[in-house]
């Protein structure tokens, strides 16, 4: 039998010509997902500081790259339950809970300490379905993660396994990532795992079960190659990892599950490992922009020549150079209106960078904004998945 994780003949589950190899590169705001069974050394429940090292040194490459990044961690249990010597019993849910206080400190310890080496500043939350679900709660915990990425720092989102009733959880951080993507506008989910990939069998049972590259819908085929979740610290398996892919879809979000045992697994994505991506429909993508243009207060105003206004309902980005001028203060991924010489409104979006930065950018020759990595040549000011045109 093949090795778990290790990619057969692989397909696309697709009605439409096969994508140019995908990186992350695109991504604006991407939500990373990391399973127990990848931060914590089963046997020991340690902390695998060496792999630890080799993601922040991803996630740093990325925020370098001007892009901003939300994980959510598991692995406060099973680090805690060895710190309190009780790794050789069943634990009960008053056990559970008090091995959740305990090892979410450590967690949160090895995280601030592996991403201090890069001079990024981490943030620690902790939340309960309440808090994605009552209305006042939900306001100020995307009003507080936005605020953190606008910040420039690295927000861990676990769910609040210390004080949260078995009747009242997220199940799983499959779950738990799809709805922080949803609440803080993220364009793309990383689901890092033990395996590589949605598989057309369980490979575990089907020694040529093929890696499913590509997914347009989560239809009743593909949740029949789902299994369940495999033994140890595992909890989820992929049927919520389908559960999760769902959510984002529908929200315009792509989605990745990767195998992210091996070092850099961030790099390997980039580099073209063999993962599955799973895409959102034209649909998902119009709900997405009708979301920013109308559910989102413009916070700005960024003023554009008539040529570029040709060029944006051709679908193309809005680039810092093409930029006049602007109003407003806002911050990364706050709306902003976009309107020609005369005043008339052209277009609706959400802002890759804030208003400072976009400031900085238009003050400097061209060859140094291009180095800073907000440059006018090497990222947008607005995407084009962000934009919705006047006439909605």
């Not at 792509?254 to 490992?273: E, F, Q």
């Not at 944006?312 to 911050?331: C, Y």
Request: glycine share 8%.
């Amino acid at each position: 039998m093949t090795e778990f994780g290790a990619p057969q003949d692989d397909c696309k589950i697709a009605s439409r010509p096969a994508r140019s190899r995908q990186t992350l590169a695109s991504a604006r705001r991407i939500i990373l997902k990391i399973g127990t069974a990848l931060i914590v050394e089963q046997g020991s429940g340690k902390v695998r500081e060496v792999w630890l090292d080799t993601l922040a040194d991803d996630i740093a490459r990325i925020r370098r790259r001007g892009q901003d990044v939300a994980m959510v961690s598991s692995g406060a249990v099973a680090i805690g339950r060895y710190v309190l010597n009780m790794h050789e019993k069943v634990l009960s849910a008053a056990d559970k809970r008090a091995a959740a206080a305990v090892g979410q400190a450590e967690l949160a310890k090895a995280y601030r300490e592996r991403f201090a080496r890069h001079g990024l500043t981490v943030a620690q939350i902790l939340l309960t379905p309440d808090d994605t679900t009552l209305r006042r709660r939900l306001v100020n915990l995307r009003s507080t993660l936005v605020k953190l990425l606008n910040l420039k720092t690295i927000p861990v989102i676990n769910e609040n396994d210390a004080i949260a009733a078995s009747t009242s959880r997220f199940g799983d951080n499959d779950r738990l990532a799809a709805r922080t993507a949803q609440l803080v506008g993220g364009d793309t989910m990383v689901l890092l795992s033990n395996v590589a990939g949605l598989y057309s069998a369980d490979p575990h049972e089907t020694a040529n079960a093929a890696l499913i590259r590509e997914v347009y819908e989560v239809t009743p085929e593909i949740e029949l190659m789902a299994g369940g979740a495999q033994p140890g610290y595992s909890c989820g398996g992929m049927k919520s990892k389908l559960v999760a892919a769902r959510m984002v879809l529908a929200s315009g979000c792509k989605m990745i599950i990767a195998d992210g045992r091996g070092a850099y697994p961030l790099s390997a994505i980039d580099a073209g490992k063999p993962c599955t991506w799973f895409y959102p429909s034209a649909e998902a993508h119009d709900a997405r922009k009708r979301w920013i243009a109308r559910a989102l207060r413009p916070t700005g105003a960024l003023i554009v020549g008539s040529c570029t206004v040709t060029r944006l309902r051709l679908g193309e980005n809005l680039w810092a150079a093409q930029v006049t001028s602007f109003d407003g203060e806002f911050s990364r991924g706050d709306a902003v209106v976009i309107r020609d010489l005369d005043g008339n409104e052209v277009a609706r979006g959400a802002s890759i960078c804030s208003s400072a930065e976009l400031r900085c950018v238009k003050r400097q020759p061209e060859s140094i904004s291009v180095r800073s990595g907000l440059g006018r040549e090497l990222r947008p000011i607005v995407h084009r998945d962000d934009l919705m045109l006047a006439d909605w």
